[in-house]
């Protein structure tokens, strides 16, 4: 067999696409001259991303996946909606052998039928831990993502942003986002408020991310969400480029986390990690170097934020 080298790539046999190419940024979908199973590697690769990806699609329509572990957070597993066994504030979600006290958990409401809020999510050998601010019954539903570092992901982000609400929104907030399923599973925030409006829960349907909140949240409210899906299929929009878990300072309901490298730009995810009562996050805020996360009252030192924070590939 021959082989032919190429200033960008190697092509084997009579091929005339390559099979292995690397570059500063991944192909952009739909783009022909890759053959099917083409590797790509990202020569830089940033806290978050993946080095290596394949092409599942065409030699004339590409799709390029990651592949393998990816340098720094990732979304190890994911999953639910799982529902709520009720009886106290207390819930657990087992994950046997799947989750680590190091993970990383982030936690939302898929079914609701009040304003209840997720007060804690912690992430125990083997399980979510849950407290939220009342028994939620058996009309509550949960989704949940384990972060961890250095992992093969499990999901990817298929869409992350932010969404000004308007006029005509009313608690029920429906955001267009293109591409989303059904299947898929999000979780939103507050980044501004000038009340203490709580989310209610958050619902994927086609091409719709909707947010159900405590009352209409009329102009001066805005949210940033993210939507994620198993890897495997898609072209991943954004990767985590910061995530942790920080314990309050205290002194004033607005709590400054120092990030270094994160970017205005950055799209945010916070839930509370611990708390010792049931406060709630108004809003949060990402500017150069700092996430700031503003309580409905000051947090002391009692209170812990679990975060990510995306960044478009």
């Known amino acids: 067999m021959s082989v032919t080298n190429y200033p960008n790539g190697i092509t084997c046999g009579t091929a005339q696409y390559p099979t292995l190419i690397s570059g500063s940024s991944v192909p952009t979908t739909g783009t022909a001259g890759y053959n099917p199973g083409c590797q790509f590697i990202l020569e830089t690769v940033s806290l978050g991303q993946s080095a290596k990806w394949v092409n599942i699609g065409s030699a004339t329509s590409c799709l390029f996946v990651p592949e393998g572990t990816c340098n720094g957070y990732g979304i190890n597993i994911a999953g639910g909606p799982v529902t709520s066994v009720g009886g106290d504030t207390s819930e657990s979600i087992t994950l046997q052998g799947l989750i680590t006290d190091t993970d990383i958990a982030i936690v939302g409401h898929e079914i609701s039928d009040d304003n209840d809020q997720i007060v804690a999510a912690i992430s125990n050998e083997g399980s979510i831990d849950i407290t939220g601010s009342a028994d939620p019954s058996t009309a509550h539903g949960y989704v949940y993502a384990a972060l961890r570092d250095k992992c093969i ?20 907030v429906a955001i267009t986002v293109s591409g989303v399923l059904a299947t898929d599973i999000a979780f939103a925030n507050y980044t501004a408020t000038d009340d203490s ?7 994927c349907s086609a091409d719709t991310v909707t947010i159900t909140c405590s009352a209409d949240p009329v102009t001066e409210h805005s949210f940033s969400y993210v939507v994620i899906r198993p890897r495997g299929t898609f072209k991943p929009s954004h990767y985590i480029a910061y995530a942790g878990t920080h314990t309050t300072v205290g002194s004033a309901a607005a709590e400054e986390i120092a990030i270094t490298g994160a970017l205005a730009t950055d799209i945010p995810i916070v839930i509370y990690n611990t708390t010792n009562d049931t406060d709630t996050i108004k809003s949060v805020a990402v500017t150069e170097d700092t996430l700031t996360v503003t309580c409905s009252a000051d947090p002391s030192t009692a209170h812990a934020f679990s975060y990510m924070l995306l960044r478009a590939y």
């Open 197 to 203: 409006d709580t989310i209610s829960d958050v619902v």
């Open 153 to 172: 992901p499990g999901w990817d982000v298929v869409a992350a942003g932010t969404y000004d609400a308007v006029a005509d929104d009313d608690a029920t």
